[in-house]
């Protein structure tokens, strides 16, 4: 196994668009248990496969307190959402900064496992929010695209300067 490199907010290779994935590989398994390790050690709760610049249409998540309930998503679609809920997020391609975001609290997804299987998964709370932030990471988009502009600038530039340290 191995640990990947994430990409750091503004670059620009996280507003790439990920490709769906037609067959499942043996490459692609091998890479969904990087991610979880990349994850894990981070420490985080999800990663998608755009934040370590791979742009296929992969994501992973474990909101587990004892870190053994992965989810590993190919192809997820959200397929329909209900109500509004605000939560705090963070983003491991922002790192250090927090933000409220309002996304739906209740969704339905779709996806493949990681033997080709179609699953439907409902989900909220946290575990919803979770979804929306990484399915949005595949689109190309951040949590701070949410904020205003100002908020979002102040980021960009708190990032920038410390990425030239
Ligand atoms: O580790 C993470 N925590 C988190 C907290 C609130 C809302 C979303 C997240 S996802 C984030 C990991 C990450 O950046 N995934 O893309
Ligand atoms: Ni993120």
């Known amino acids: 196994m191995a640990l990947l490199d994430i990409l750091c907010f503004p670059d620009e ?3 790439t668009r990920a490709k769906r994935i037609e ?8 890479l969904i248990d990087n991610m979880l390790e990349t994850m894990y050690a981070a420490p985080g709760i ?3 496969a755009t934040q370590i610049n791979v742009h ?13 309930e ?12 209900s109500g509004k809920e605000k939560m705090e997020e963070g983003c491991l391609s922002v790192p ?3 933000a409220e975001v309002e996304r739906a609290d209740s969704v339905v997804v ?3 496992d990681r033997k080709g299987n179609e699953v439907k998964l409902e989900a909220d709370g946290l575990l919803a929010v979770c979804l929306q932030h990484e399915i949005d990471h595949l689109q190309g988009k951040l949590f701070v695209d949410y904020l205003s502009r100002l908020k979002r600038d102040r ?4 990032l920038v300067k410390q990425q030239r340290m």
């Open 13 to 15: 290779r996280l507003r």
């Open 23 to 30: 067959q499942i590989t043996p490459a692609h398994l091998q």
């Open 46 to 48: 999800g990663l998608a």
């Open 56 to 68: 296929e249409q992969i994501i992973v998540i474990d909101i587990s307190e004892d870190k053994n």
């Open 70 to 81: 992965p989810y590993c998503l190919i192809n997820p679609q959200v397929i329909s959402h």
């Open 96 to 98: 250090e900064t927090y």
């Open 110 to 112: 779709s996806y493949l």
């Open 155 to 158: 980021i960009r530039k708190k």
